[in-house]
C-alpha cells in the first residue's frame, strides 16, 4: 500500500467543507438577530477532558506503524463574537502511547448552533504538533526524538446544558475530530544506527469528552433604566414634596449609588428617595433630578427627571346655612359655616349680623332674635387665614311677625234665681249676692268689658215676659247701685229659657255677643222693685 498525503490532505479538506456547509445551513435558519431561546449563549468556553487519538499511518521509509493512543488529555478555549461564530484555541496531550506520543497545539475558527438545551458544533484547526516514535522495527528499538510538525483538524460534536449554577457547565457529550499530522525527523538513517529519521503522515479520529465552562454572554444585560415621579406634583410653598425613583435592570451582584439635585428648593437623598423643601419657592416650575449608577461603563447609569409645580396661595373658601331659617321673634338660629383652605391654613372665624345678636367665633354660631323686628335678618361669616386671606359669606334668617291675639270671646258668668220668694217673684235676694258680687267683681277687673243680663221665666208663670224682664232690671240695679258699676256697661234681656233665673255673660271688648233668641228689654217700661219692702209706721 502506498501512502499519499495528498490524499489524506484532500479528505481533510472534504471533511471541513461538510462541516462549514452544514454549519452555515443552521446559522441560515435561524437569523443572527434573534434571541436565544434559553440561557444567553456565552462568550468564552472553556473545554477540558478526555482524548482517545485513533492514529492511522507510518514512518517511511522505515515502514514502521504509529500505534492509537488510548488515554490523553484536551483543553480548548473559544472566544465568540456573535451567537454562532468563533475563534478556538486547542491543545492536546497524548503523551504516553504503546509507541508513540504525541502533542498539538493549534487555532481556528469555531461554528455553533445553540438550541433548548443543547449546542451542535463545528470546527477547522491548524497549528503545530510534537511527534515522538514509533519505537518498534522488528525485535530492535529504535526511537525518533520529540520533532514538530504540523497538523489539521476538522470536526464538531455536541453539548449539554447542565441545570445548574444557571447553566453555567455543560458536559460534553462527544467532540470527533479527523486529525492529520506531517513531521519530518530527518534524513533516513537504517537501523541499527540511532534514530531512523524519515517522515511520518498520520490521520486518524481524535475522540473527547469532558466539561465546558461557560463564560460571559454575548447578549449584554439591558441597560440601566431610572424613572422618578413627585408627590404631590402640585403644591403650595412650604409643602412637603417626595421624588421617588425605580431603577431596572440592575446587576444584584453590584451596589447602586444615587444622586439628587433640583433646580428649586432644598433636595436630600442618597437612595430611591428624595426630599424637596419648597419653603421659600416662588410659585412656578420646577425639576428634580436622578441619577443611578452601578459602575462607569455604558448602560451601567441612568438618569430621570420629575417635575413639580409650585401654586400661588389660595383664599379660602366659605358657606353658610341658617338652622332654622324661620323663627318666631324672640327664638335662635344656629349658623354653620364651613370654611376651607385649599392649603390646609389654620382658619379664623367671625361673625356679624343686620338685627339681634349673634355670638360664636367657631364654625357655628348663634343668632338671637330677641328685640328684633319682624323680617329678614342677613347674618354674615367672615373666614381668615394665617396669611390674611379672606372670604364671607351671608345666611338669611326669616323672623315671623307675632300672630295676632286671638278674637276674644264672651264668658259666661253665674246665675241667680228668683224661685225662694213666691210673693216677690223678681227680687234679687240675699242668696244672689254671692254671685252678683262676683260679677261685679270681673266687671270691675276688666273695665273695658260689658255685661249681658238675661232674665228668664219659667213657661207656666203668668206674666211671664214681664216678670223676666224685672229680674234683668232688678239685677242691672243691683249691681249699679250695689257695687258701682257703670249702668252704660249693662244691658239686660229676656230669654226663652224656661225657669225663674238671671244670668250673666261677660262681653269684653272686640268679642262678639250671641243675641239669637234675646229680647232687650225697655227699662224705661219696666219698674226697678226694691230689694226689701218698707215698713209702715203706726199712728200713736
Not at 73 to 83: E, L, M, R, T, V
Not at 222 to 233: D, G, M, R, Y
Request: proline share 8%.
Amino acid at each position: 500500500m502506498v501512502y499519499s498525503p495528498l490524499r489524506s490532505l484532500g479528505r481533510f479538506v472534504l471533511a471541513a467543507c461538510a462541516v462549514s456547509l452544514g454549519v452555515a445551513s443552521l446559522g441560515a435558519q435561524t437569523p443572527s438577530t434573534t434571541a436565544p431561546t434559553g440561557p444567553n449563549p456565552s462568550r468564552f468556553d472553556l473545554f477540558t477532558g478526555y482524548s482517545y487519538f485513533g492514529a492511522h499511518g507510518q514512518l517511511k521509509p522505515l515502514g514502521v506503524n504509529y500505534s492509537s493512543v488510548d488515554l490523553g488529555a484536551i483543553g480548548s478555549g473559544a472566544y465568540y463574537f456573535n451567537k454562532f461564530f468563533g475563534g478556538e484555541i486547542n491543545f492536546v496531550a497524548h503523551p504516553d502511547g504503546k509507541n508513540d506520543g504525541l502533542y498539538s497545539a493549534s487555532a481556528g475558527p469555531i461554528f455553533r448552533a445553540p438550541m433548548q438545551n443543547f449546542t451542535l458544533f463545528a470546527h477547522g484547526l491548524a497549528g503545530g504538533s510534537k511527534l515522538v516514535g514509533p519505537n518498534s522495527y522488528h525485535s530492535y528499538q529504535y526511537h525518533n526524538p520529540w520533532t514538530w510538525g504540523t497538523t489539521l483538524t476538522a470536526g464538531g460534536g455536541m453539548d449539554y446544558d447542565l441545570p445548574f449554577f444557571n447553566n453555567r457547565f455543560s458536559f460534553r457529550l462527544f467532540e470527533a475530530d479527523y486529525r492529520y499530522v506531517h513531521t519530518n525527523f530527518g534524513p533516513y538513517t537504517p537501523p541499527p544506527s540511532g534514530p531512523t529519521g524519515g517522515r511520518a503522515n498520520l490521520s486518524g479520529v481524535d475522540l473527547s469528552t469532558g466539561i465546558v465552562t461557560h463564560f460571559g454572554h454575548i447578549i449584554p444585560p439591558p441597560p440601566v433604566t431610572f424613572t422618578c415621579s413627585a408627590s404631590p406634583a402640585t403644591a403650595y410653598p412650604g409643602d412637603p414634596i417626595t421624588v421617588t425613583g425605580t431603577a431596572a435592570n440592575l446587576n444584584p451582584k453590584k451596589t447602586a449609588t444615587y444622586s439628587w439635585t433640583s433646580d428649586g428648593g432644598t433636595v436630600s437623598g442618597t437612595d430611591t428617595t428624595a426630599n424637596v423643601t419648597t419653603t421659600n419657592l416662588n410659585p412656578g416650575s420646577y425639576t428634580v433630578k436622578g441619577h443611578v449608577s452601578e459602575g462607569n461603563k455604558p448602560g451601567q447609569m441612568a438618569d430621570c427627571s420629575a417635575p413639580f409645580t409650585i401654586q400661588q396661595f389660595q383664599p379660602p373658601t366659605i358657606t353658610c346655612s341658617a338652622n332654622p331659617s324661620t323663627v318666631a321673634p324672640g327664638d335662635s338660629s344656629t349658623i354653620t359655616a364651613q370654611g376651607t383652605s385649599p392649603q390646609n391654613r389654620p382658619l379664623t372665624y367671625s361673625y356679624s349680623s343686620t338685627a339681634g345678636s349673634v355670638t360664636g367665633n367657631t364654625s357655628t354660631a348663634t343668632l338671637n332674635t330677641t328685640g328684633a323686628a319682624p323680617g329678614t335678618i342677613t347674618v354674615t361669616a367672615n373666614v381668615v387665614d394665617d396669611k390674611g386671606q379672606s372670604a364671607s359669606c351671608t345666611a338669611s334668617v326669616t323672623v315671623n311677625a307675632p300672630p295676632p291675639p286671638p278674637a276674644p270671646t264672651t264668658q259666661a258668668l253665674c246665675s241667680i234665681n228668683f224661685d225662694r220668694d213666691k210673693r216677690r217673684p223678681a227680687r234679687v235676694d240675699n242668696e244672689a249676692k254671692a254671685c252678683l258680687d262676683d260679677v261685679a267683681l270681673n266687671m270691675q277687673r276688666s273695665s273695658d268689658a260689658k255685661l249681658a243680663v238675661v232674665g228668664n221665666a219659667a213657661s207656666n208663670e203668668r206674666g211671664g215676659a214681664k216678670v223676666a224682664a224685672a229680674r234683668a232690671v232688678n239685677t242691672k240695679d243691683y249691681l249699679v247701685k250695689e257695687k258701682g258699676i257703670d249702668s252704660s256697661r249693662i244691658s239686660v234681656y229676656t230669654g226663652s229659657q224656661d225657669g225663674k233665673s238671671a244670668s250673666s255673660t261677660l262681653i269684653p271688648t272686640g268679642a262678639n255677643f250671641d243675641q239669637s233668641g234675646l229680647t232687650p228689654v225697655d227699662e224705661s217700661a219696666t219698674k226697678v222693685a226694691p230689694r226689701s219692702r218698707a215698713r209702715r209706721t203706726r199712728k200713736k
